[in-house]
């Protein structure tokens, strides 16, 4: 009887909408193979936790005693380890976010158990945990089979859709978070956002990209419009960011941000393979570039052939109006 842990990832109290799209994945899973759903919550508010995640299938919230408000990886690594301990459930489920990212080695490191990183997909079949996840950046994908009992994945935000099946509240227990004794080597002092109130790349339904067509830093704003227009985020290809044209923590790809939105808008990008492998689990991508042999042409779902500086500020416009 397979139970499942989900780590429901809060900052500053809001909490991260993977959680709900792994709840509700798991529940899929326990309603046909048996077992619980769990939420596991470090911080913030168990009562809005619980009416979330129970919304969302989860039959129970278990809330750590103490402290949680910045994150720290030995306090959350020991909080989630011990957890695991007490609880046993089988499997572990983080949002592969910067934060899960962290948590799940650590955790898995303390338990001794397996960690599969980056997964876009999860099943169970033959009394095994069946987990997917890309390799050579994104070129095929690997099945993974943990060994251990848990096991932890980081699932990739947006790799599941997050569906309300109407339950109650789940019911909240406490547990002990085996904090006593634990002595942080580091301390996170202050977290400094750079997004600057903008939709979070990782997180978000639509994003709109701009490469190296969009020529030069001013014509950015161009695709910022189009973004805003959407409710999406505004990432950009690597070319743009070496060029300094916008920021790091708005690059996707092998050595950026890995996205996987409903809608992704890649504008003057050729569709290089280090680019794609941040991209490429869109559920639909749309591509505009004025080049019909680009590489990127052959992973979208929607190609405009044409120059991005008409065809950007058409599509700002319609969607504007559509919008009104
Ligand atoms: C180890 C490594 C890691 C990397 N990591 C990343 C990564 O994380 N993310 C990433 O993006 N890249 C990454 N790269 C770089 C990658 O290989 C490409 O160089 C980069 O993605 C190219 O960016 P681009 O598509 O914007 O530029 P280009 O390849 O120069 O493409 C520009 C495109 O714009 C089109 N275009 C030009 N003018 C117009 C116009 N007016 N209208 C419409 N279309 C137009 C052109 O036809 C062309 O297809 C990495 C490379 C390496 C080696």
Request: charged share 20%; hydrophobic share 50%; aromatic share 6%.
């Amino acid at each position: 009887m397979p139970n499942i842990a989900v780590f429901i990832e809060q900052r500053d109290g809001a909490f991260k909408k993977v959680a709900w799209q792994m709840i509700s994945q798991a529940r899929k899973l326990a309603d046909a193979n048996g077992g619980e759903v769990w939420g596991v919550l470090l911080g913030g508010d168990s009562a809005e936790a619980a009416a979330k995640a129970g919304a969302h299938g989860a039959h129970k919230v278990f809330a750590a005693d103490g402290s949680f408000v910045t994150y720290d990886s030995e306090r959350y690594g020991t909080a989630l380890a011990a957890f695991c301990r007490a609880q046993k459930p089988d499997l572990v489920l983080v949002g592969a976010t910067s934060m899960g990212r962290d948590l799940g080695p650590t955790a898995a490191a303390k338990l001794g158990c397996a960690c599969i990183s980056d997964a876009v997909g999860l099943a169970f079949a033959g009394g095994a945990w069946d987990v997917r996840r890309p390799v050579f950046a994104g070129k095929c994908f690997v099945d993974v089979v943990p060994k251990t009992a848990p096991a932890i994945v980081a699932i990739r935000p947006n790799a599941f859709v997050a569906q309300e099946c109407g339950g109650a509240a789940a019911a909240v227990a406490s547990f002990d978070a085996g904090q006593a004794g634990v002595t942080p080597k580091a301390v996170v002092r202050e977290v400094v956002g750079s997004a600057g109130g903008r939709v979070e790349l990782t997180e978000a339904d639509i994003v709109v990209s701009g490469g190296r067509g969009i020529k030069g830093p001013e014509n950015y704003a161009m695709i910022e419009e189009l973004a805003g227009a959407l409710n999406a985020a505004a990432g950009a290809s690597r070319a743009v960011v070496d060029a300094g044209w916008v920021d790091y923590s708005h690059q996707v790809g092998q050595t950026g941000k890995t996205v996987g939105p409903n809608l992704y808008v890649a504008c003057g990008i050729s569709g290089a393979i280090q680019h794609l492998a941040g991209m490429s689990s869109s559920k639909c991508i749309v591509a505009i570039n004025k080049d019909a042999a680009a590489p990127i042409f052959k992973v979208a779902d929607f190609g405009i052939v044409g120059d991005l500086f008409e065809v950007v500020p058409e599509l700002t416009k319609a969607v504007r109006a559509i919008r009104s």
